[in-house]
């Protein structure tokens, strides 16, 4: 009995039917609170905590700037889908909601508004569900540097 070599192309083809396996064992989602914080940890501090409700949640500071990554959509403090990156400052007096609108309309990333005490806020959604990347999520990170240190050169 004689067995045909394999064109190389279609070997070639076939090394990609176990991608999709392999790519979806290394994805993070929400669910995954070390694998972010290790992540953050590229960028500066972070420590894992517990909110007020009992979800984890990641305190980080990225080049001096204190910020939370919040956990939402978690059971029993778990099984978590999205997070939220935020950060907020005092407001030395002068920022107006007219400087937040102006942030949001030219900006992408990172939603902007005065809280309760009239001080600056920023936040920015990010949906894990299914899972992403290491890469994404890391990339995610460095645009949330860049927002961080866009909005201090903005406004303090």
């Not at 956990?71 to 400052?89: H, L, R």
């Amino acid at each position: 009995m004689r067995f045909a070599a394999i064109p190389p192309v279609l070997a070639f083809m076939g090394s990609f039917a176990l991608a999709p396996a392999t790519i979806a064992q290394s994805l993070i989602d929400a669910g995954d609170v070390d694998a972010i914080a290790n992540i953050a940890r590229g960028y500066g501090s972070a420590t894992i905590q517990t909110d007020s409700v009992g979800d984890p949640q990641i305190l980080g500071r990225i080049n001096g700037v204190l910020y939370t990554v919040n956990f939402y959509g978690c059971t029993d403090g778990a099984d978590c889908t999205t997070v939220q990156f935020q950060a907020g400052w005092k407001n030395p007096g002068e920022l107006t909601l007219d400087d937040m609108n102006l942030w949001n309309q030219d900006k992408r990333f990172g939603k902007a508004y005065l809280d309760f005490e009239n001080d600056p806020v920023i936040e920015w959604d990010v949906n894990l569900f299914g899972g992403v990347s290491a890469q994404n999520l890391d990339d995610t990170f460095d645009w949330w540097r860049i927002v961080l240190e866009n909005f201090a050169a903005d406004y303090f």
